[in-house]
């Protein structure tokens, strides 16, 4: 029993280890963790529980929690369009992604980026400053999962 036990533990560990973790600003601290991306699944915090899915991302869909229905669709990536819901319209663009920056909608204009991923942080729009840094990534995180995360204050 003990040795089951320990060898869970061991196997959580190494999956945590190797799960992609998002920081809030310039933190690298376990305590500042605001999510952890493991097989397509957002985590809150660093707890790997079913109930702390917050979306998964199979690759153009994110959907609510851990839902896999069409109905749960939260938001599509195409090409580097993200769009709401399940939709492909022109009309419900929500975000463009191009050259490291998120803009607002369909725009590409410098006046419209609502933030910029560089070198694993997401900068304030088009703020390449420490003071500017929103959020942290141990690895390279989609921008949909970003603007996921971010779309509350942006």
């Given at each position: ?90 009309s419900d663009v929500v975000a463009t992604w191009r050259d490291g920056k998120m803009y607002r909608g369909r725009s590409v204009y410098q006046s419209d980026v609502l933030f910029t991923y560089k070198d694993n942080k ?33």
């Amino acid at each position: 029993m003990k040795r089951t036990v320990l060898t869970l533990i061991v196997l959580l560990s190494a999956s945590l280890a190797f799960a992609q973790k998002v920081y809030r600003g310039n933190s690298v601290y376990s305590s500042d963790i605001v999510c952890h991306i493991d097989q397509g699944k957002i985590y809150r915090g660093q707890e790997p529980y079913a109930s702390s899915v917050m979306a998964r991302f199979d690759g153009t869909h994110l959907y609510q929690g851990n839902s896999s229905y069409s109905s749960d669709i939260l938001l599509t990536y195409r090409g580097v369009k993200i769009y709401n819901g399940r939709s492909t319209y022109d009309s419900d663009v929500v975000a463009t992604w191009r050259d490291g920056k998120m803009y607002r909608g369909r725009s590409v204009y410098q006046s419209d980026v609502l933030f910029t991923y560089k070198d694993n942080k997401v900068y304030r729009r088009n703020e390449p400053y420490q003071s500017s840094i929103l959020l942290r990534t141990s690895a390279n995180v989609h921008p949909i999962i970003l603007f996921m995360l971010l779309a509350n204050e942006l």
